[in-house]
């Protein structure tokens, strides 16, 4: 699974794109199920850490399509 992480900063659009392992236990590839999941499911969780201490930040995301058709994760924080 590669994720893509787009920040708008003051106009500034950056973007991440990484591989993530996943154990097989989790590793799920129906994208129907994923689809039906993430409608379902809302919500993401940004974790970061700062001076040592984690700090996770509830985040509502929405699966939805942007101008060229291809799906994205869109949310706010």
Same mark, same amino acid.
């Given at each position: !699974? +590669?994720?893509? *992480?787009?920040?708008? @900063? %003051? %106009?500034? +659009? +950056?973007?991440?794109?990484? %591989? !993530?392992?996943?154990?097989?236990?989790?590793?799920?590839?129906?994208?129907?199920?994923?689809?039906?999941? @993430?409608?379902?499911?809302?919500?993401?969780? @940004? *974790?970061?850490?700062?001076?040592? %201490?984690?700090?996770?930040?509830?985040?509502? #995301?929405?699966?939805?399509?942007?101008?060229?058709?291809?799906? #994205?994760?869109?949310?706010?924080?």
């Amino acid at each position: !699974m +590669v994720i893509e *992480i787009y920040l708008i @900063l %003051k %106009k500034i +659009v +950056v973007k991440a794109s990484y %591989k !993530m392992y996943t154990p097989q236990i989790y590793k799920n590839e129906n994208q129907e199920e994923i689809r039906a999941f @993430l409608k379902e499911n809302s919500f993401g969780i @940004l *974790i970061n850490q700062t001076k040592g %201490k984690l700090c996770a930040t509830h985040i509502p #995301i929405e699966l939805e399509f942007n101008s060229e058709g291809k799906e #994205i994760l869109q949310g706010h924080i």
